[in-house]
Structures are given as structure tokens and as C-alpha cells.
């Protein structure tokens, strides 16, 4: 069955760094594209950027020139770079992708960027 499964989340102080992980199995990962989404308290859910088979990523304007998505298809995987954190970045981040039409979420890790 499909599965996502993050992880890297924790408390970092503001100007920090972060790298989470998305790893996949039970499809085949290197033909979908790949969503990182976050959700902060009392906030929905937003995409912060995707990243296509063929490595190509795009990521929302606030945390362009912060974060980076990549991938490794080799070890069906997905990264997100985070760089130069914000107290507003504090939330849970979730993986996910969809398949024949059904969306499939990771459990989440939180990200926490605080003094």
C-alpha cells in the first residue's frame, strides 16, 4: 500500500535550519509529483511547493530563496531544505502525492522555530 512518512521536524531557533524527509513506498515514486504542504495552528493547510519526477521544483513566495525541494528517486525520496526559518514557519509539514485520484498524506512532523 502507499505510504509516506516524514521526518527531520524539531525546534529550531529563528535564522536556523532544517531538513525534512519524505520517504515513499508502495508505488512507483518516480512518476508523481511530490506536494510538501504545512499546516500551523489554527491555520488550514497551505502548499509550500511540489517537486515533479524529473526533479523540477516550484515553491510558494514566501518561502522562496528559504526552502528547496529535491528528491532522489533512487531511494524514493523527498527533501525540504529549510533555510533562514521564521517564527511564522512553525507548523506541522506533511508530504503527499496522488494517486489514480486518491490523495495520500504522511502523518506529519512539526516544525517548531522559536527563541
Known amino acids: 500500500q502507499v505510504q509516506l512518512v516524514e521526518s527531520g521536524g524539531g525546534l529550531v531557533q529563528p535564522g536556523g535550519s532544517l531538513r525534512l524527509s519524505c520517504v515513499a513506498s508502495?508505488?512507483?515514486?518516480?512518476?508523481?509529483?511530490l506536494n510538501w504542504y504545512r499546516q500551523a495552528p489554527g491555520k488550514e493547510r497551505e502548499k509550500v511547493g511540489s517537486?515533479?519526477?524529473?526533479?523540477?521544483?516550484n515553491h510558494i513566495d514566501s518561502v522562496k530563496g528559504r526552502f528547496t525541494i529535491s528528491r532522489d528517486n533512487a531511494k524514493s525520496s523527498a527533501y525540504l531544505q529549510m533555510d533562514s526559518l521564521k517564527p511564522e514557519d512553525t507548523a506541522v509539514y506533511y508530504c503527499?502525492?496522488?494517486?489514480?485520484?486518491?490523495?495520500?498524506w504522511g502523518q506529519g512532523t512539526q516544525v517548531t522555530v522559536s527563541s
Open positions: 503527499n502525492i496522488i494517486r489514480l485520484g486518491v490523495a495520500y
Open positions: 508502495g508505488f512507483n515514486f518516480n512518476g508523481y509529483l
Open positions: 517537486i515533479t519526477g524529473t526533479g523540477h521544483a
